[in-house]
């Protein structure tokens, strides 16, 4: 194991740094670099040090994004989409996470973003291959940031991230009690996780029907097509429930004049409607047109391979931002269908803190899925937890308006965050943050 470069940046907040021939913003303090995490595949990290006018760095908690797919960049799409200090128009976001914390963005798996592998052959195919990457990054990350070692460290996911962030943090739990991994390892967040992923297809009809999103008819055919792929899940052909949850994605979209499965309420661009009739090449080009497309638009892979690119340095020649995305999805495809129940239910038991959020508005991974495989825990507490009732948090944007409901229990929680989709910073902002914050125990 070795990193190879590793840059760092410490000037103003929001001063304009001519770096490299670019004009970026950047944070009081920056780190990036890369991990050689096995023969052949290299991982990139980038560190934004917390930046709060009440507290230092040092007081605060470390919290690494997961993004989805798998194939999205953390680098790219959550920070500068989501929560990071900047948004895609390099302007200040007013809620960045970065005011309540460190972030460390993460091109995960190898092959993500800025990551890359020397072959095809050294991408992942599954949540274990990856986990095992990702604790060959955090030991050499917290070696080389000896300073985070005693700060709570959090993970926060989304989507397949949560998925991910599962399986990385039981390996985690069991490398700090092992002394391989030195961190203060605090807790793991799923928002809008694929942990159960047939729980999510099998509720996609009710949802939309409940919504007026479908008719009956249109409810007949989603139940159908959803059903094949429970068939296939029960028999163990996760290839093919991949292949079958593609064709349930294509008849929903067929039935509801193309609802968008990150937000309910948001129109699909121009681009995936025009798109929306190629089926001829199966579950690839759905994958492409729904759920890779979205995280490289345009305008954002101009801006990780031109100014950013510049300004970080450190970018191999033949690396391109975001070049071997597709090529992750279809080495995970395998994995792509497998439930994680099981891995959540031993990280509570090994009294790791865990919490569920979820978007009232997203369908591909709806808030009634999620209910689904929570009731399917073996942990001792959820008895108690079903039973109590939730706490509404108003809305930080609108004062009298609620903007969430939350319970927790030990060492469970679940926020239900409303007026938001998939991506739930992106849609509410300040609320993710105020649940960042409670989270981290910050409130």
């Known amino acids: 194991m070795a990193h190879s470069w590793i840059g760092m940046l410490a000037v103003p907040l929001f001063a304009v740094s001519f770096y490299k021939g670019s004009c970026v913003p950047v944070q009081a303090k920056e780190s990036w ?13 980038w560190l934004y040090y917390a930046n709060s006018s009440s507290a230092s760095y040092k007081d605060l908690p470390l919290v690494m ?12 799409f ?13 302007k200040p976001r007013e809620t960045s996470w970065v005011r309540a914390a460190s972030v460390l963005f993460v091109d995960n798996p190898v092959g993500t973003g800025y990551s890359y592998t020397d072959t095809e052959d050294a991408l992942t195919k599954d949540v274990a291959m990856v986990a095992s990457d990702m604790m060959v990054l955090l030991k050499s990350f917290f070696s080389l940031k000896t300073e985070f070692q005693s700060i709570p460290f959090y993970i926060f996911s989304e989507s397949y991230g949560g998925k991910m962030a599962a399986a990385i943090s039981l390996k985690l739990t069991k490398a700090v009690q092992a002394g391989s991994v030195k961190c203060n390892f605090a807790g793991v967040a799923l928002g809008d996780s694929w942990i159960s992923p047939i729980d999510s297809v099998m509720t996609w009809g009710p949802y939309l029907y409940s919504t007026s999103l479908l008719d009956d008819n249109g409810l007949d055919e989603v139940t159908k097509a959803a059903n094949a792929v429970l068939e296939a899940v029960k028999q163990g052909q996760y290839r093919k429930a991949t292949d079958m949850w593609s064709i349930t994605e294509n008849v929903v979209e067929q039935n509801t004049n193309n609802v968008n499965f990150y937000n309910i309420l948001t129109q699909n661009s121009d681009e995936m409607v025009k798109t929306s009739s190629d089926q001829t ?14 995280l490289h638009r345009q305008s954002l892979s101009e801006l990780m391979n031109g100014p950013i690119r510049q300004k970080l340095g450190v970018i191999p020649k033949n690396v391109t931002w975001g070049g071997q995305a ?19 239910d031993q990280l509570l038991a090994a009294g790791a803190n865990v919490t569920v959020y979820n978007g009232q508005l997203d369908l591909i991974v709806d ?15 959820l008895q108690y937890f079903n039973k109590m009732k939730w706490t509404a948090l108003e809305d930080p944007q609108t004062q009298s308006q609620t903007g969430a409901f939350y319970k927790t229990y030990k060492n469970f929680a679940f926020y239900w965050i409303l007026k938001a989709g998939h991506m739930i910073p ?16 910050q409130e």
Not at 326 to 344: H, L, T, W, Y
Request: glycine letters at 14%; one cysteine or more.
């Open 33 to 45: 670099g890369y991990v050689d995490v096995r023969e052949g595949a290299h991982m990139f990290w």
């Open 65 to 76: 994004w997961l993004q989805g797919g798998p194939g999205g960049s953390s680098c790219g």
């Open 78 to 90: 959550g920070n500068f989409e989501e929560i990071g200090p900047l948004d895609r128009d390099l």
């Open 281 to 294: 090449n199966g579950f690839l080009s759905s994958l492409k047109r729904r759920h890779i497309r979205p």
């Open 326 to 344: 597709e090529a992750v999805f279809v080495s995970m495809a395998g994995d792509f269908m497998k439930p994680v129940v099981d891995i959540v």
């Open 367 to 381: 808030t009634a899925g999620q209910e689904l495989w929570v009731k399917q825990l073996k942990w001792d507490g």
């Open 426 to 441: 992106s849609d509410q902002g300040p609320m993710a943050l105020r649940m960042l914050k409670m989270v981290t125990r």
